[in-house]
């Protein structure tokens, strides 16, 4: 999966869930498992909205990969860039909940279709030149 650059393109954040998981659940219960990689490492929760190109991207692939495969479940592991300021971390459930109800509807998947979400951290950070400063612990 292609991943950008991150704080001012001095690494990339290229690590996820899915390969690792895909090889767990394939030897688990003995089935081929596809990924349709639509991840982008560093994108905040607001650039996955309905209209929006990941969106549309992730979309656009899933459609191409039904023509084919089942879609069985979706991963999730996106949300640190969204910790950088409080109003992103109290937008962030609504925001999830209109991403994924619009991408059920578009790719026609029943509601019992699983998301598996990787933790993420619960903080939300000051950065400042690529160091994470924690300012506030998320009560839950």
Known sequence: NPDRGIFAGRFRSGVGLAASFADRYAKHFNKKI???PCADGGSSI?????????????VAQAKLAQRTSEIAGILWHQ????????????LYRERFFNLFSHLFKELNLPKETPVIIGELGEFVGDYDNGKCKYFKEINR
């Open 34 to 36: 596809g990924l349709i």
């Open 46 to 58: 607001s650039q996955w909205q309905p209209g929006e190109l990941f969106f549309d991207n992730a």
């Open 79 to 90: 949300g640190e860039n969204d910790s950088h300021n409080i109003e992103d971390v109290e």
